[in-house]
């Protein structure tokens, strides 16, 4: 199973981000991880050209770092007997800062709550999606209402092998990353591991219903279950591999729900998260390697805006972020 040593965990929002740090103390516990905290603030600008009673920006600044030092120290303390908890306070543009320190101490995990207070309206804000696009680690938003515990994970996988071959392998790598995570996560948590690959049979709708393609109903039929057996069957090597990495006594213990649904991932997947109350989805943002900086695809982007739970996000072996530790 996967295990994570280096965890950032990113409090920003006060007694908000509190489900978050539970969850890194948490995982640091169980994976015997070292915990680093950080709060992140913009620095106070040079111009504002404070003199009254002698303070400057650097006064000012000072105070607003120590009120922050403060803030972080009340929110750790609780947690202080379990484990050994490292404080910082950044200064600079939020997403940026916490790449920086990913790079900086090479932490394999960022945890942290939306940044946006209304988490059905706008999960995903400006610094948020930042973060899920060019963290190199994964990174997992942990919604404010989040239960003690969770029941139900949700894997979002895809088999589909019409990709070239170069991303062919990419993708199978962070499919088996995903799982590994996944199951992890269902472990520690106790929670029900379900796992999802959405599948569409290429030009249906052309075949039975295109003026210039109709086919006979049972033939199109015949075309449409043959795909459908096509993707059954890479899940279940994708499941078999699983197994034989995770091991079978964590197979025989998860017992990973399969959902092979029909249609597109952006519409199915976040109505499987609907319905089966999800608690967190872990799923893969980027699919290419080798290009610095590239955006997460539509699909993800699209599912990422759509569900209602916690998610934690993975990039593929090979992911460049565009952040440098300096300008």
Known sequence: MRQFKSILCVLEHGQDSLPALERAVALAENNQATLTVVDVMPPVSERIGMSVGGLDWRDVQAAMVSEHEERLASLVKPYRPRLDIRE??????SFLEVIREVLRHEHDLVIKTPESPDWLDRFLSGDDMHLLRKCPCPV?????????????????????DSYPPAELNTRH????QILEIAGALAVSEFAELHVVHTW???GEGAMRRGAFMSQPEDEVDAYVEQVRRHHAQRLDELMHHAGAHLGADAMDYLKPQLHLLKGSARKEIPALAERLQVDCIVMGTVARTGIKGFLMGNTAETILEQIHCSVLAIKPPGFATPVALED
């Open 88 to 93: 910082k306070v950044l200064l600079g543009t």
């Open 200 to 202: 569409e049979a290429i």
């Open 140 to 160: 997992w938003l942990v919604k404010p209402e989040s239960k003690e515990s969770f029941q139900r994970v949700l894997a979002a996988v895809d088999v589909d």
């Open 173 to 176: 790598a962070l499919n088996n």
